[in-house]
């Protein structure tokens, strides 16, 4: 990593989710979505974000060519919602997707519009800029391999909860192209 890594580039939920997690107790339950369950379609409308206990979800955009991306993945005690989507209450450019089992919690997002649930809705909005900022500078700042080592040292459990495949997809690169660097690292 370079010495411009400077914001920590997620997990930083943890205290803001179990303070989430307690306001929403008797108002929300908990449910169990099981591998490749939709839970937004990319173009829909947003109406809830997801608060999760456990698993992985991931917003994937499909082009109209077939190709797939990915915009995030979203782990433990962090909220899964499309920010900008919501802000701005447009369609969703992305699908929002379990990428391993995981027990959720739905939140409307009407909820966040409450004057009650107003702090809450700006941690969750400042936690969120800075995380983008810290991907940002992740994604620019780093070479693919940089990234990946990153991963390996910083991330390990990221790692273990997603294919290869999958990791290549968020670091922006081919699966070729981490399988070299894989190489390279003796990991392969």
């Not at 890594?5 to 939920?13: A, H, N, V």
């Not at 205290?15 to 591998?35: P, T």
């Not at 979800?57 to 109209?64: E, K, M, R, T």
């Not at 780093?142 to 273990?160: A, D, I, V």
């Amino acid at each position: 990593m370079t010495d411009t890594q400077l914001l920590p580039l997620g997990d930083s939920y943890h205290q803001l989710a179990c303070e989430f997690r307690n306001r929403l107790a008797g108002q929300c339950a908990i449910k169990r979505y099981a591998k490749g369950d939709v839970l937004l379609q990319q173009g829909d409308e947003q109406d809830a974000g997801y608060l999760i206990i456990s698993g992985v979800l991931g917003a994937l955009h499909a082009s109209s060519q077939g190709a797939q991306k990915c915009k995030e993945f979203y782990f433990q005690d962090e909220f899964a919602l499309l920010y900008g989507n919501w802000l701005t209450k447009t369609p969703a450019l992305y699908q929002l997707k379990v990428i391993r089992d995981a027990e959720l919690i739905k939140v409307p997002l009407i909820l966040l519009d409450s004057a009650d649930w107003q702090a809450i809705k700006h941690q969750l909005v400042s936690q969120q800029l800075l995380f983008k900022e810290a991907k940002e500078a992740f994604l620019l700042l780093n070479t693919p391999e940089q990234r990946y080592q990153y991963l390996l040292e910083q991330k390990p459990h990221w790692l273990e909860q997603l294919s290869l495949n999958e990791v290549a997809m968020y670091l922006g690169i081919s699966a070729i192209s981490l399988s070299r660097i894989r190489r390279r690292l003796n990991l392969s």
